[in-house]
């Protein structure tokens, strides 16, 4: 390149809302690079968004741009092209002549106005269409996202060029050899000499190659240049990199320059895994959908994808999968730099299709199949891009599937590719030219993910199972015995109803077989999806063209219930128990050995699709404080170690059995390690070991040891601490355990212990008597069930699409909060929130809807409710009722008395009842309970 000259800056702008074309000169300026909502341009959008963020300014339409540039030389001897970086559908104009029109959402629009420039001055009009796109653009152009925003952001240049140049140069990595293959084409000329020369970067070491000539005779060169045996490889572990410069000679003379960086590098499948430079590597990956709330559109500058991507990093994430979009380049270069692996997708949600198909639509699949094309192209040489997808949950024809792969794959070998991310859902195929597979099941019960939707049940085990750190997905993904599964979602015509976005739709399933084993690795598909509690004092963040409206409505919701003064808690809460939730998932990915990785969703929050709160970031990238990266790290790193045991809940002296293991994808030779374990409470060590493993063979799963104790003996309940660590390493893991004592007794005589709110309860109460009401669950119909696990996704939106599919609709809460200093747990130490300890009691309850009550009255245990209903809840609570004192509790302790922690705890609530503590501050008068409990039958 000759040089560049730069067009940002102030632009000559106006809106065209009605695309009825503009009058000149234009009403208004712009600040260039960027939006229309940024600058804040247009009428101002009054409407409140509830299930994504509101933009501001929200326009739709064509935006015209302008601006009058000077060329001060003779342009005879030059080429100019102009280079948009990121933008939606343009056509170009210079002095009034139309150039072109371009619209691909992924890559920048470039066009050759050599023919309209000479020198002296000239007048660039640029229209901006957000609207008809060729497709519908996936979260490239989603108001759950980044917002269908109007603009130009990134570059905005003239590139300029000599009459002769290189174009399109592909650099391609052999590691056996030790060498690149340099692929491109010359403008302007058939023969002439090419030198090549290289310098690595970003690594302790530094090396130099030397600069080598090559003759071309046409206008396609292949070369193959080598770097020697001292070439630094590109991996997650160590990103060396190497600046590559193509010289472009003519006569003696250099006339054009590349300067092109990559990584020497060979990203495969092998068998179940994949592998970087021929070692193993698990991904850990993240989702991204391109979520700025601070700008609205995704940043082109490395320095704002470094701090990002380092975010990422610092909670173990070594991989990048991209919903529907393809990020800019400066997203790459960041990666490179930090060894981070990216897999950007095809801006497509919905049907491909072939010639046969009554809807087929060969213009938007044409679109699609040359998007993909120009990704490759524009970002193909960065070592980080090293996988690809056709879209997101896609159907239609597998055949035509195919074929696509088959046409990137002969085009560019570089990168590994896949049909898509969840194609085909409940009826998964694994198609000629997949490299790997990116799913959540493969048959009906056969699931590899531990969370799911009311409306894709089976839930998964983090939902449904008894804790314990038991699972693994290895029996699910490779079957020891196959077996035929009955499909109920098949409708008998080869339908099936399925999620899309956040509605539903019929699609075809077809050529699906139950006994389908995978033969490339698997990775598990938007893993995850705990909701929290929103954070209020999040709202003043949202200082941008995206204002959280949403979040200030929930907030106003809560209010009206008068429970705005527990927004903090239910946040903390909630957040508490989805990580604990994480725990297990990921845990349950880290035992798999059959499982190649995950993509979760998503490390951060997901600000629209009914408003997802399910990151341990918010939507900024901001840690919410549940948390630390450390903490986080000891469960998703690239060594995680993991005890294996069935239970989490212990009587004195019982038996404790876990089995020691290592997932290790270091880069660092495990020869030997000594392995430290403790169980102990805050003060005492009960019991303690080491074990050290010697002469280990290279291995990414390392059984260590079984360790076998006894519980303490102890005559009060504890909760105890089961700590590993790898010594001399920052590998290291803690679990809760909680232990009761042996000699517990439930002593109910002299109790008043009722199962319904009866004319003998009220006479009792009357007479000034305690009461304990402990309803029959079976009465409870209009209550909320006991489910222990967070809620997925978010209420709303699976609630509507569950009632569309007429399936049952989630429980929708989200937690315990728990008064853990209340009297009532004198017995029963507990935190403020949901720990294994209460998952029966949890699991074998109903929690009663108390909205009516008063503001100041507040269950004891209150079930936490999700942003749409916000019901008070609760599952143990307590008032003043004539002259006596009730405490209503609704665990159905005939399910659960065999279990230590159920029994414990029934005896804390009645040791309570009985004693001089037992004093209900808020008084409810009979009427009012009567209706309370009336109506939780209805």
């Given at each position: 390149m000759y040089k560049t000259i730069d067009l940002s800056g102030i632009w000559n702008f106006q809106l065209d809302k009605e695309k009825q074309g503009i009058n000149k000169p234009f009403n208004d300026t712009i600040n260039l690079p960027g939006t229309t909502a940024y600058f804040k341009k247009g009428e101002k959008n009054e409407n409140v968004e509830i299930g994504f963020l509101t933009e501001e300014y929200k326009f739709e339409g064509h935006a015209w741009f302008s601006k009058t540039i000077e060329i001060l030389e003779d342009n005879n001897a030059k080429n100019y092209f102009l280079y948009l970086e990121r933008?939606?559908?343009?056509?170009?104009?210079?002095?009034?002549?139309?150039?072109?029109?371009?619209?691909s959402l992924s890559t920048p629009h470039i066009y050759d106005v050599t023919n309209y420039l000479s020198s002296?001055?000239?007048?660039?009009?640029?229209?901006?269409?957000?609207?008809?796109?060729?497709?519908r653009g996936g979260h490239l152009t989603s108001p759950d996202t980044q917002s269908n925003w109007n603009g130009i952001t990134g570059k905005i240049e003239l590139q300029v060029f000599d009459k002769t140049y290189l174009t399109d140069v592909q650099v391609y990595s052999n590691i056996k050899d030790k060498t690149v293959e340099i692929k491109g084409k010359v403008a302007g000329a058939d023969n002439g000499t090419i030198s090549v020369s290289a310098v690595s970067f970003n690594s302790e070491k530094e090396h130099k190659v030397g600069e080598k000539e090559f003759k071309?005779?046409?206008?396609?060169?292949?070369?193959?240049?080598?770097?020697?045996?001292?070439?630094?490889?590109?991996?997650?572990?160590?990103?060396?990199?190497?600046?590559?410069?193509?010289?472009?000679?003519i006569d003696d003379c250099i006339v054009d320059t590349n300067e092109i960086t990559f990584g020497l590098r060979e990203f495969k499948s092998e068998g179940d895994k994949f592998t970087i430079n021929g070692d193993k590597t698990f991904l850990r990956g993240k989702h991204d959908g391109l979520i700025f709330p601070l700008t609205g559109f995704a940043p082109t500058t490395v320095e704002e994808w470094l701090e990002v991507l380092n975010i990422s990093k610092s909670y173990g994430i070594n991989h990048y999968r991209f919903h529907t979009c393809c990020p800019p380049e400066a997203a790459f270069v960041a990666a490179d730099i930090l060894g981070i692996y990216m897999q950007p997708e095809l801006p497509f949600w919905g049907t491909i299709t072939d010639e046969k198909d009554e809807n087929h639509n060969q213009a938007e699949q044409d679109y699609l199949v040359s998007e993909g094309f120009s990704m490759l192209k524009t970002f193909g040489n960065h070592p980080s891009f090293v996988m690809m997808s056709l879209g997101n949950e896609l159907w239609g024809s597998k055949e035509r599937l195919d074929v696509i792969l088959k046409d990137y794959k002969e085009l560019d070998n570089r990168h590994l590719y896949t049909q898509g991310s969840n194609n085909f859902?409940?009826?998964?195929?694994?198609?000629?030219?997949?490299?790997?597979?990116?799913?959540v099941r493969f048959s009906r019960d056969r699931l590899f993910r531990g969370s799911y939707a009311m409306c894709d049940a089976p839930l998964g085990h983090v939902q449904t199972d008894i804790p314990s750190t038991m699972k693994d997905y290895d029996e699910n993904i490779f079957p020891t015995a196959l077996k035929d599964i009955e499909n109920s979602k098949v409708n008998a015509d080869g339908t099936i109803e399925i999620q899309f976005g956040t509605g539903t739709k019929k699609v075809k399933a077809t050529d699906f077989s139950e006994d389908m084993v995978p033969n490339v690795p698997v990775v598990s598909h938007e893993i995850g999806q705990y909701a929290t509690f929103p954070n209020f004092d999040e709202i003043k963040k949202y200082t941008g063209p995206l204002k959280a409206r949403n979040f200030e409505t929930f907030k106003q919701r809560?209010?009206?219930?008068?429970?705005?003064?527990?927004?903090?808690?239910?946040?903390?809460a909630s957040g508490t128990l989805a990580m604990a939730c994480y725990k297990e998932e990921l845990e349950a990915a880290f035992r798999s050995k059959k499982l190649a990785g995950f993509q979760l969703l998503d490390l951060q929050d997901?600000?629209?699709?009914g408003t997802a709160l399910v990151g341990v970031l918010d939507a900024f990238m901001d840690s919410k404080g549940l948390i630390s990266p450390e903490e986080w790290r000891s469960f998703c790193s690239d060594a995680v170690l993991m005890a294996r045991f069935d239970k989490y809940n212990y009587l004195a002296e019982e038996n404790f059995k876990a089995h020691i293991e290592l997932c290790y994808y270091k880069n660092i030779p495990l020869k030997n390690l000594k392995l430290l374990w403790e169980l102990k409470n805050n003060n005492t060590i009960y019991e303690k070991g080491e074990v050290e493993l010697s002469n280990i063979e290279a291995a990414n799963y390392i059984d260590i040891a079984d360790i076998s104790l006894k519980m303490p003996k102890i005559d009060l309940m504890e909760k105890l601490t089961l700590s590993l660590k790898v010594d001399g390493m920052d590998i290291e893991k803690t679990y809760d355990l909680w232990v009761y004592p042996n000699e517990v007794t439930i002593e109910k005589e002299g109790l008043n212990i009722v199962h319904s709110l009866s004319k003998e309860a009220i006479s009792l109460l009357e007479k000034g008597e305690r009461v304990v009401l402990f309803p029959k669950l079976e009465t409870l119909k209009n209550s909320i069930e006991g489910f222990y696990c967070t809620d997925f996704w978010c209420y709303p939106m699976f609630r509507s699409i569950s009632e569309s599919v007429k399936r049952e609709v989630p429980v929708g809460t989200m937690g315990l909060l728990i008064q853990n200093n209340h009297p009532i747990f004198k017995d029963f130490p507990c935190e403020e929130y949901s720990t294994y300890q209460w998952w029966n009691i949890v699991s074998n309850s109903r929690s009663i809807i108390l909205d009516n009550t008063s503001k100041?009255?507040?269950p004891i245990v209150q079930t936490i409710d999700n942003f749409e209903r916000n019901h008070k809840l609760g599952l143990i609570f307590e008032c003043k009722v004539l002259s006596g004192k009730l405490l209503v509790c609704t665990c159905d302790f005939e399910k659960v008395i065999d279990m230590p922690e159920a029994k414990q705890f029934l005896f804390s609530v009645l040791n309570y009842v009985r004693s001089n503590e037992f004093n209900p501050k808020v008084e409810i008068g009979v009427s009012e309970l009567e209706g309370i409990l009336l109506a939780s039958q209805k």
């Open positions: 933008t939606r559908v343009t056509t170009v104009w210079i002095d009034g002549n139309k150039v072109g029109t371009q619209n002296g001055k000239h007048e660039i009009t640029i229209l901006v269409d957000n609207t008809d796109y060729p497709t071309f005779t046409s206008k396609e060169i292949d070369i193959t240049y080598s770097l020697g045996e001292e070439a630094l490889l590109w991996s997650e572990h160590e990103p060396s990199l190497y600046k590559l410069k193509v010289n472009l000679i859902q409940f009826c998964p195929v694994i198609l000629e030219n997949d490299d790997f597979f990116s799913g809560l209010e009206e219930k008068g429970l705005e003064d527990l927004a903090e808690k239910y946040f903390k997901f600000s629209g699709q100041d009255f507040r």
